[in-house]
T-cell receptor
């Protein structure tokens, strides 16, 4: 029973490099989210999706792009990484917007 | 904009002490409220949730929360904490004015000394 799986778990990037974080859920959830967690800032929503083929901006979308080509996957891309994007990234999914969210284990990203 | 705020950012208690963590939301429409816990090095897990009905909600591990609509509050309580409750606690809400997208408070770091 995997739930929400994020890959990779750790990554170090150089400034200007690009990468994609993958989130996969096996619960047939419609809603998926990407958050970043920084000390003292809580969880801030980057982008979200309310269904396959749809995406929307959250609170801190700049420097990130997302895609939801398949219902079970939600990809977060960094086109040109910056040190300010050093953070822990969490993916989550939920059956609906009103339901509880299930979280992945997180990706710790360091940009040097 | 809809928001969720947590008053206590750092709480330090001794085992067996009582706990109350404050949470307020800013919107007066339909709300669903949650408390999540994040143990060190782990992902967030649901402690309890409120959708409607009885405003006193009981969750896992002896936690409970009370929804007080007139105060826009959803405070988390536990009568006697344990060392294993050391974690970060997040209040969250999905608000009808926010298209039901989860909004999180900044979190409260709880340290329980044995």
């Amino acid at each position: 029973n995997a739930g929400v799986t994020q890959t990779p778990k750790f990554r170090v990037l150089k400034t200007g490099q690009s990468m994609t974080l993958l989130c996969a859920q096996d619960m047939n959830h419609e809603y998926m989210y990407w958050y970043r967690q920084d000390p003292g800032m809580g969880l801030r929503l980057i982008h979200y999706s309310v269904g396959e083929g749809t995406t929307a901006k959250g609170e801190v979308p700049d420097g990130y792009n997302v895609s939801r080509l398949k219902k079970q996957n939600f990809l977060l891309g960094l086109e040109s990484a910056a040190p300010s994007q050093t953070s822990v990234y969490f993916c989550a999914s939920s059956y609906s917007g009103r339901a509880e969210a299930f979280f992945g284990q997180g990706t710790r990203l360091t940009v040097v | 904009a809809q928001s969720v705020s947590q008053h206590n950012h750092h709480v330090i208690l001794s085992e067996a002490a009582s706990l109350e963590l404050g949470c307020n939301y800013s919107y007066g429409g339909t709300v669903n409220l949650f408390w999540y816990v994040q143990y060190p090095g782990q992902h967030l897990q649901l402690l309890l949730k409120y959708f409607s009905g009885d405003p006193l909600v009981k969750g896992i591990k002896g936690f409970e929360a009370e929804f007080i609509k007139s105060k826009f509050s959803f405070n988390l309580r536990k009568p006697s904490v344990q060392w294993s409750d050391t974690a970060e606690y997040f209040c969250a809400g999905t608000l009808s004015g926010g298209s039901y997208i989860p909004t999180f408070g900044r979190g409260t770091s709880l340290i329980v000394h044995p």
